[in-house]
């Protein structure tokens, strides 16, 4: 362990008049022989020495303390190399149920105790750095070695506490390739409706982490993984019902090989990452649907309508918001090909900005109906057209026209038309690139502006 700590680290804990330890994250990785892929490590210090005699011990070692948090006995400190750390003086923390922060604090110069107060035994494993030693008060190693999530005390008292512990239990799973045992599994099921006391920033960046959980360490699938532990948890129900109506809601099986719910899951399993959050809610409608209509026909139009409430209830980004609502009402566009091509390529260049990410959920889609991960055939077909489109130039983009709002200016079209007719413009040179050109298009302009807004 030793080899792979900073070098300021190991020159800090030889001036520390008592034992300075890193726990948590790094030390579990360590021992699991997890490597993060982008090299950053956490570095989790403790010790029983209180921050008023920390602080000067690590400042006259050229470490820099970011801030302070007198309450919790925590430090953010960074150093000369720009590792940063946190350091948190030995502690047991007391909770009341539902209540995520600790309502009251003690030090404490007891290792078992501060061990008592974090999630698993996995992560409460801790490194004496000076004497080079592993220090294990709660059995973590057997299981780190095991690749199991074992609460550090009862699991009823451990999710009772911080509802948030649902939520890290799903994401260090699916993170890990780490399991839970029996008891913990357990008890994460009994407290599921604690995550209900959590706010939805911090719901909504646990779950965004999950979604994203197999690029930490390269753990296969495990976004998969992590989302079908909130679901055997309940915590799904609590924080994504809509999501969670498709449970057990039977497709057409010339289509689909699973239920509504599992074919979503089974789309962010197969979508790339900058899309899962999108393939995750590509169906939201069809439960809502199919309760109302008896069939799923206006599902990808009220599933838009439904992320928008979802994201908007989870705090998430206006732009996020939108740009994901738009993916599922178009998700279904052209879905057997029969979209006319001139009528294609007027809808590549009104959805340009998202078109990338749109052939991602179709292709997602597409592969989670019957675990088919060949080309999906509106996605074969799309790639085509838009090869097409490059090979003659076609603008797909305001900045791929030939003429500006300048040039328009010019020919005395008022500045109030010049957005509508440029988009026209547009719209006809996808479709006829070789007019893609200044004066054949500046004398459409004239006309176009004409036909749109009459003299």
């Not at 999710?159 to 913990?184: H, I, K, N, V």
């Not at 609590?238 to 689909?256: C, N, T, V, Y």
């Not at 590509?282 to 994201?311: M, Q, W, Y």
């Not at 090979?391 to 038309?417: F, H, M, Q, Y």
Request: aromatic share 8%.
């Amino acid at each position: 362990m030793r080899k792979i700590l900073p070098k300021n680290l190991l020159t800090l804990s030889t001036a520390c008049p008592t034992p300075c330890y890193v726990v948590g994250g790094s030390v579990r990785d360590f021992l699991a022989n997890l490597t993060p892929k982008n090299g950053q490590m956490d570095w989790d210090l403790a010790s029983a020495m209180p921050i008023e005699t920390f602080i000067p011990i690590a400042e006259s070692h050229h470490f820099t303390v970011l801030a302070v948090y007198k309450n919790t006995g925590t430090l953010k400190l960074r150093d000369t190399d720009g590792n940063d750390y946190e350091y948190s003086t030995f502690r047991s923390d007391k909770y009341v149920r539902g209540v995520h922060t600790p309502v009251e604090t003690f030090f404490t110069d007891d290792i078992a105790l501060d061990a008592r107060r974090r999630d698993f035994t996995a992560n409460a494993v801790y490194y004496d750095i000076a004497n080079d030693a592993f220090v294990d008060p709660l059995n973590g190693i057997p299981a780190i070695r095991e690749k199991r999530l074992t609460t550090v005390a009862p699991a009823q008292k451990v999710f009772g506490e911080d509802g948030l512990r649902l939520m890290r239990l799903c994401r260090q799973s699916a993170t890990l390739g780490f399991f839970p045992d029996a008891e913990c599994l357990n008890g994460a099921k009994a407290n599921a409706s604690l995550i209900r006391d959590i706010s939805p920033e911090r719901i909504f960046t646990e779950l965004t982490s999950l979604l994203l959980a197999d690029q930490k360490y390269g753990v296969e699938n495990g976004h998969y993984h992590g989302l079908k532990l909130l679901d055997e948890t309940g915590v799904l129900q609590e924080i994504l019902p809509e999501l969670a109506l498709g449970k057990g809601m039977s497709q057409r099986a010339d289509f689909h090989k699973y239920d509504v719910l599992e074919h979503s899951l089974r789309a962010c399993s197969y979508a790339h990452p900058s899309v899962r959050l999108a393939s995750l809610l590509h169906d939201v409608g069809k439960p809502f649907c199919t309760l109302r209509d008896g069939n799923s026909f206006a599902h990808s139009i009220e599933g838009e309508r439904i992320v928008k409430e979802i994201l908007t209830r989870l705090k998430a980004s206006n732009r996020l918001i939108q740009e994901t609502a738009l993916l599922t009402k178009l998700h279904m566009y052209d879905f057997n090909c029969n979209t006319s091509n001139n009528k294609l390529r007027r809808f590549i260049v009104q959805n340009f900005a998202i078109i990338d990410k749109l052939l991602l959920v179709k292709q997602a889609d597409f592969s989670a109906c019957m675990d088919d991960t060949s080309p999906a055939p509106t996605c074969v077909r799309w790639r085509k057209l838009l090869e097409q489109m490059q090979k003659e130039n076609a603008p797909k983009t305001l900045k791929e026209l030939a003429v500006s709002g300048k040039d328009l200016l010019v020919l005395d079209i008022p500045p109030t038309r010049i957005a509508t007719t440029l988009q026209a413009l547009l719209l006809h040179a996808v479709v006829n690139p070789k007019d893609n050109e200044k004066t054949r298009l500046c004398k459409l302009a004239i006309s176009f502006q004409r036909n749109l807004f009459g003299k």
